[in-house]
């Protein structure tokens, strides 16, 4: 009788992330914070700088904050994220391996309303907490897709497999931004305009309510996702974050590179980008 092999199963996708920040060249504080979590139904394990793992058994998130209003305030606002993340996305995890709907767009909107209240509440409580706030860009892995919440001019790209252009998937909080999108002005334009970095929507400080952006995208092998604060586009533009992206060299560090040539083209802001390649 002739034996079948039995068919083995497939490989998971794996990630593979890269985190460096810089305070650049002018600024003394950097005020810019980021961070990566593994989780699953019961736990949350905060990241390094780099490594990688399997998403067959848990999710990932990576989120990158620019603070304002106080040296402390991407600090703050990334402990804070920890906090609301650990009490949140596990129990989303469960319904979701249990089968059972959830709402990942609620989940995320619940998230970004307890953060900004949370800094609200730190703002009205502590004198030199007063003003603070944050923008917040953060991606959530799951097998085949990431989610994503924004609010700010924290930025997420995507550079998909094969394809040469990079894609801005969040859209900035900044009129600039609106102007930008609505074709009024170029890439070069807004990247000059004297009010690029006036925020309309951050979390904390003076803002009643913050409604973020929230959206999913497809994510398979190849695929390569950056979350960066305003100093790395504020020294390199699309076509150059997407050369950078696409150079594979097995010891470097992407996030480093990208946050090294900001810095020496431009260098006034605090800088930091987040690089996650599915593989």
């Not at 736990?43 to 209003?69: I, P, Y």
């Not at 953060?115 to 030199?128: F, K, T, W």
């Not at 790395?232 to 097995?250: D, K, M, V």
């Not at 900001?262 to 593989?279: M, Q």
Request: proline fraction near 3%.
């Amino acid at each position: 009788m002739k034996t079948i092999p039995k068919k083995s199963p497939a490989r998971a996708d794996e990630l593979q992330w890269f985190g460096w920040t810089d305070v650049g060249r002018v600024r003394k504080n950097n005020e810019d914070s980021f961070l990566g979590l593994r989780f699953d139904a019961h736990e949350v394990h905060r990241l390094g700088k780099f490594g990688d793992a399997s998403l067959a058994e848990h999710d990932f998130t990576f989120a990158v904050c620019d603070g304002m209003g106080g040296a402390k305030a991407g600090e703050f606002a990334s402990n804070i994220a920890v906090e609301k993340i650990t009490a949140l996305l596990p129990r989303s995890f469960q319904n979701s391996t249990r089968g059972q709907d959830f709402n990942f767009s609620n989940v995320l909107a619940e998230l970004y309303e307890q953060i900004h209240r949370a800094l609200v509440y730190l703002g009205n409580s502590y004198d030199e907490c007063h003003g603070m706030q944050t923008t917040m860009s953060l991606g959530w892995f799951t097998p085949g897709r990431m989610y994503f919440g924004h609010v700010g001019d924290t930025r997420i790209y995507h550079l998909a497999k094969g394809k040469k252009e990079i894609r801005q998937i969040t859209e900035d909080d900044t009129h600039v931004g609106w102007l930008f999108r609505n074709g009024q002005i170029n890439e070069y334009q807004a990247r000059t305009h004297p009010r690029r970095n006036v925020l309309q929507k951050a979390l904390g400080g003076g803002n009643q309510f913050v409604e973020p952006q929230v959206g999913t995208v497809k994510c398979g092998r190849g695929d390569i996702f950056l979350i960066c604060s305003d100093g790395l586009t504020e020294g390199i533009f699309n076509p150059q974050i997407a050369e950078y992206l696409r150079e594979e060299r097995p010891d470097a560090n992407p996030a480093k590179t990208l946050v090294e040539a900001a810095v020496k083209s431009d260098g006034r802001d605090n800088t930091t980008a987040l690089v996650i390649r599915v593989i």
